[in-house]
């Protein structure tokens, strides 16, 4: 065998279902036909073992819907059959029996009546006088023979053909010819009457039976299949449609009031039938909902994924451009910090250097957090170092003033037309060890002092730097001008430089859901006042979690505490 | 014109601007995360009806736990054109609610406060908890 001809070898999934068609041949369209002409063909499926998708079709299709009616009749038309005729034939046993003894009867009574016609004591020596008597016997239609005999049993009379033995259609009447005065009877008579006529009624009955059946068979089949085929095969093969759509994921019901009547088994059936396609349908509208929101969620994560790394990379690069936290370390400042941004990056920054004599401390909170604040303190870092480096400022009101200039010219802010409304608050210390002096400025952003007069807030500048100038003249169209602030600073003083954000804290006190503020944030440092500045951080920042509860951080936070030391 | 109705979320605060009766209402709390893009179409709705020739009194009711910098920048948009309506005779009286121990929003009321001479600004002391 080639390899060609073996492949043209139908799979059995796509095979034919091989059916005998040897009693219906010619018949009717079949269940499964039906279903053909209405566009349904098997699925093949190349993988054995799967489950195929018409698996469900597979044990529906191979019986065929037709031999219902078919098994029905093979089932119950014997057993009317046999009824029926058993019943004929008894009816007809009954009327043969009937006629049989009626049929004796007559011939009795005719032989009777004879024998009585022709009594005489010497009947038989005169034959010719009671011939006609016996004669008249020969005119009933059944007649065969007669016999008569004398008393010494000599024929004397015998009219027909006496049949020898018994015969089943021969009735035999037998009397004795007696006459009243003599104790012994003068002879005998013997009557044969014909019973065809009996069987002839007989066959008749029988064929009327058979008939009867016959016509009776054809009347049961032909209502038998009409109403299945109505009552049964097409509610059946509607709803095997249905099914066949629903394999296939169209999710079509069942009505069946209308054009077909169903009886109530299958009405109950189509309706449980249409209660599941519209389970399966919600099932399978769910799951793919499911699968799309999964789908969805996926893509979510993973834009999610890479946002993070994103920032991650961000953060990495804004914290290498925030200084080392330890760069104040041996000019004469115990310093702590606390940066922490909202979302890993954020719009605050912070300064520390040591410039020759002086030490320069910085504290900005850029417009917005996360990645936007980011840049803008990108452009500030790059602004301060010109500003301390190239032109050597170290008046903090000075400094201040050039910041604001180069943030506006930087994001184009003066007049040259930018979308920018962004700027920054900003404070800003020099210390001078020398001196013994703390000089401190400010742009929306306060010097907290702790001495031992007591807890100060120097509040700098309402206004921040930044920020285009058009518009009202109250938001002051000129440069940004401010007035250092100076401080003589005693051995225990410490300062704090802090963004909003630390004081913006919201929480409940009291029934009352308001914002922590300088207050609440001064009695947290003057509790711990007597703590190393970088204890005292932790413990504010456990009790800025504390004042929280539930609620969420708002803002980027950033504290810096310094406190002078070496003040013999 | 329509009046503006916002229902507040966790970031932005509940707007009833009432322009038929004047009324105006800010509560809540504001940190969008593009303050601009909200209080955008505000200022635009509030200027607009400024222009119109009408003349009856204007109350600005702001009653904020809390507000980013971005947004305090935005209210200060806002009160501008009031200020300058004012300044044209208007009746403006702004009411700046914080809640009583609330220094902070009392803080910046005042320092709100300190940028009007033709508006009245009044600073509205509340006792009742808001939870």
């Known amino acids: ?568 | 014109m329509d009046r503006i109705q916002i229902s507040a979320t966790d970031r932005s605060p509940r707007v009833d601007f009432d322009f038929a009766s004047g009324r105006f209402q800010l509560s809540g709390e504001s940190y969008p995360e593009d303050a601009a893009a909200f209080f955008g179409p505000l200022l635009q709705s509030l200027r607009t009806y400024l222009a119109a020739a009408a003349s009856e009194p204007i109350v600005f009711e702001v009653e904020l736990a809390y507000f980013n910098s971005s947004s305090a920048k935005a209210l200060m948009n806002l009160f501008m054109p009031l200020e300058d309506a004012a300044g044209e005779g208007r009746a403006v009286t702004i009411r700046w609610l914080f809640t009583k121990g609330d220094e902070t929003i009392a803080e910046a009321g005042e320092d709100f406060a300190s940028d009007f001479s033709h508006a009245r600004f009044d600073l509205v002391e509340t006792s009742q908890a808001e939870c």
């Not at chain 1, 604040?373 to 790059?382: D, E, K, W």
């Not at chain 1, 500003?387 to 180069?406: F, K, N, Q, V, W």
């Open chain 1, 1 to 568: 065998m080639t390899v060609e001809s073996a492949a043209e070898v139908p799979s059995p999934a796509i095979a034919p279902p091989s059916r005998r068609r040897s009693l219906r041949g010619g018949g009717p369209l079949r269940g499964d036909d039906f279903l053909t002409l209405a566009g349904f063909t098997d699925v093949p499926t190349a993988t054995p073992g799967t489950m195929r998708p018409g698996a469900l079709r597979g044990s529906a299709r191979g019986r065929d819907l037709d031999s219902l009616a078919h098994t029905l009749f093979l089932r119950i038309y014997p057993v009317i059959a046999v009824v029926v005729l058993a019943t004929q034939i008894g009816i007809a046993w009954v009327n043969y029996n009937d006629s049989l003894r009626l049929y004796t009867e007559r011939a009795n009574l005719l032989a009777t009546l004879t024998a009585q016609a022709i009594a005489r004591p010497d009947w038989s020596e005169r034959p010719d006088v009671y011939k006609t008597q016996i004669q008249a016997l020969t005119l009933d239609p059944a007649f065969r023979f007669v016999r008569a005999w004398n008393a010494d049993g000599g024929l004397v009379m015998a009219l027909g053909d006496m049949p020898g033995g018994r015969s089943l259609e021969l009735i035999r009447a037998s009397t004795e010819i007696t006459v009243p005065d003599r104790a012994k009877p003068v002879g005998s008579l013997t009557l044969g009457l014909s019973a065809e006529a009996l069987r002839g009624n007989a066959e008749k009955q029988a064929v009327l039976a058979l008939g009867a059946s016959l016509v009776l068979m054809l009347a049961f089949v032909l209502t038998l299949h009409a109403n299945v085929r109505r009552h049964v095969l097409a509610p059946l093969k509607r709803l095997l449609i249905a099914m066949r759509e629903v394999e296939h994921k169209r999710w079509s019901t069942v009505e069946l009031e209308g054009a077909v009547r169903a009886s109530n088994e299958i009405d109950v059936i189509s309706s449980a039938f249409n209660r599941m396609v519209e389970g399966l349908r919600t099932g399978d509208e769910a799951k793919q909902l499911l699968t799309e929101l999964e789908l969805a969620h996926a893509k979510l994560a993973d834009a999610n994924r890479l946002v993070m790394e994103s920032i991650g990379y961000a953060r990495r690069i804004q914290t290498s451009v925030l200084p080392d936290r330890m760069a104040l370390a041996g000019a004469g400042l115990d310093v702590a910090v606390l940066w922490e941004p909202l979302h890993q990056v954020g719009g605050d920054y912070f300064w520390l250097e040591r410039l020759d004599e002086v030490s320069v401390i910085v504290v900005a909170d850029c417009t917005g957090h996360g990645v936007p604040g980011a840049f803008i303190t990108l452009i500030v870092a790059t602004a301060l170092d010109r500003i301390l480096h190239e032109r050597g400022l170290r008046s903090p009101a000075e400094i201040l003033s050039a910041l604001d200039e180069m943030v506006r010219a930087q994001l184009r802010q003066d007049g040259r037309g930018s979308e920018s409304d962004d700027g920054l608050d900003c404070g800003l210390c020099i210390w001078d060890p020398a001196a013994r002096r703390l000089s401190f400025a400010g742009a929306g952003i306060s010097l907290t002092t702790v001495t031992q007069a007591g807890m100060t807030r120097i509040k700098g500048e309402k206004r921040g730097l930044g920020y285009p100038r058009h518009g009202s003249e109250r938001q002051g169209n000129e440069r940004f001008r401010t007035e250092t602030v100076t401080l003589d600073v005693a051995p225990g003083d410490t300062f704090y430089l802090m963004t909003d954000g630390i004081t913006d804290q919201m929480g409940t006190t009291g029934g009352q859901r308001r914002l922590l503020g300088h207050r609440g944030v001064s009695d947290i440092l003057l509790r711990s006042r007597d703590e190393e500045l970088g204890p005292q951080i932790k413990t504010l920042e456990t009790e800025l979690a504390a004042y929280r509860g539930a609620e969420n951080r708002r803002d980027d936070m950033t504290l810096i505490a310094f406190r002078p030391t070496n003040l013999a």
